[in-house]
């Protein structure tokens, strides 16, 4: 019996090349800023136009700024790249979503809420955090600013088939433990490589009673694990998420998508080229220490005992040493947001724990919608006026401090408490220090001034 990558690639197949890769149909190509232009200009080059441009929308979020989105962009790299998207999408007839658009976010926010993306899809973009998508029971993946090109002017892209790898996680999770900590718990386990070459199958008790925001915020992460993507098979929680969405089927079509979305799961018998399972019990809210998302511990252990010369070198980098606990240390900075912890859900838990309490003079707080969508809800239900009576301001969408593409930079040598997914050198700005976290972690720190146990605070 097939997996369900199988059924979903097998699907999409336009032509094999023997001994080589897969002419592969993709329903949707998603494309921002920053891998783009050059896409743009090589149709251009060559008298193309996009094939199938009703399948393809565009939108910037890595230069964009999070504050006076109404005023011409000061950064001149950043205003060239978000101009230059408008200008390509328009020349080429492309769905645009531009600055202060009410559809404007981070893309792998966006096409989720709107019902872009959706189950037994093929997705595409130039990012690797395209992997979110799978939460949708799709296979989406990161592909380079050539292959960009490709899909851009043939709606299908060549790719050599990865291997198949399920990860069963089962039990209940533990009070004060959320996605991101499954996450970060499932890197530290099988290291920033242990997926290298493989498309990651979630499954198991704990996958199948996460929301939705769960399992987007658990795809996102499964590029830091080396994997080419991650999916969940679809559900009723899937489907109750999808109906009425903008983009989603409607009427008889969605009583008729239904029917094939519930066929999309692997087999009782299907054969993975490798299987993993995991225990709830075992993961605890999760801190990095180091300078890739691998080098985690649980919020209360130890630093371990030193590694080899790149393990020395991140913690020089951090300033950590082996041995050491993180409970107590200094923060500088909090950021909630990016397409890892950027919606609706993860703003609710911020705000639960920092309802009846305030701010932490010495703690600058960003705290970043994934969409103008998030900002909507983050009002209607009130969790504005929990933040702000907190001491804590919302900016708008964006990127933002994830990465050092825009004006949130976080300044060299401070400590940033993030909800994002990256941890490297100079990730979130030169000389920048990055702790990545759950957005509980994260709002335990910004109360208290220091990194936390989020449970003692719920």
Known sequence: MNTLFD????KHIVQQVDDGPTQLYIDRLYCHEVTSPQAFDGLRERGLKCFRPERIFCMPDHNTPTHDQD?????????????????????????????????????????????????GMTIVCGDSHTSTHGAMGAVAFGIGTSEVEMVLASQCILQQKPKSMRININGRLQKGVTAKDVALYLMAQLTTSGATGYFVEYAGEVVRAMSMEGRLTLCNLSIEMGARGGFVAPD????????GREFAPKGDDWDKAVAY??????????????????????????????TNPGMGIGI?????????????????????????RLLGKKVDYVFLGACTNGRIEDFRAFASIVKGRQKAPDVIAWLVPGSWAVDKQIREEGLDKVLEAAGFAIRQPGCSACLAMNDDKIPAGKLSVSTSNRNFEGRQGPGARTILASPLVAAAASVTGVITDPRTLL
Request: proline share 6%.
């Open 71 to 119: 005023k011409p962009i000061e950064d001149p790299v950043s205003k060239k790249q978000v101009d230059a998207l408008a200008r390509n999408a328009a020349d080429f007839g492309l769905t645009h979503y531009g600055m202060m658009n009410e559809n404007n976010g981070i893309i792998h926010v966006v096409g989720p809420e709107k019902g872009l993306s959706l189950p």
């Open 236 to 243: 009723e929680t899937t489907f109750e998420y999808l109906k």
């Open 261 to 290: 979305w519930k066929t999309l799961k692997s087999g009782d018998d299907a054969v993975f080229d490798r299987e993993m399972t995991f225990q709830a019990e075992d993961i605890v809210p999760r801190i990095t220490y180091g």
């Open 300 to 324: 209360t252990e130890a630093i371990p005992a030193s590694g080899d010369a790149n393990f020395d070198k991140a913690l020089r980098y951090m300033g950590f040493k082996p041995g050491e």
């Open 7 to 10: 059924k979903i690639w097998d």
